[in-house]
């Protein structure tokens, strides 16, 4: 398979999804780009900062279409610091994100399907 990205070349992406730990997916040629920091449903410009044989990672340079999950973090170290990985995400949406990554979980490694029941914040349910 060729791969279809270089190092060091800019491109404009779609997030088609968010990966386990909240970074975004985006594909080019079906290839596989790993995003910190973006939102499924954006629009973004970003920088190919590595690429290996089945997948690269980018970083962001200019986001074109913004998510409306998309929040200004009340924090201005998390970037730097990596323990909030998530934090630029409004938090309903954070829940429902959490409850998808634990059903594909389940999903993939279970005969018998069990639906996830939604994340409990303050003691509600947020439902899908």
């Known amino acids: 398979m060729e791969i279809p990205v270089e190092k060091n070349k800019e491109y404009i992406v779609e997030i088609v999804d968010n990966g386990f730990e909240g970074e ?7 290839f596989t780009i790993f995003i910190p920091n973006a939102i499924k449903g954006e629009k973004v410009k970003i ?5 290996l044989s089945s997948h690269a990672f980018g ?38 994100m959490k409850q998808n990554a634990v059903q594909s979980l389940v999903d993939k490694t279970l005969k018998h399907k069990i639906k996830v029941q939604p994340v409990i914040r303050n003691g509600k349910s947020i439902s899908l």
């Open 47 to 51: 920088l190919i900062v590595k690429v």
């Open 59 to 96: 970083k962001i340079i200019e986001i074109i279409n913004t998510s409306t999950h998309r929040v200004e973090s009340d924090c201005t170290t998390y970037k730097r610091c990596g323990g909030c990985s998530l934090r630029h995400i409004k938090y309903e949406e954070t829940l429902k």
């Open 24 to 30: 975004g997916i985006a594909k080019i040629d079906n």
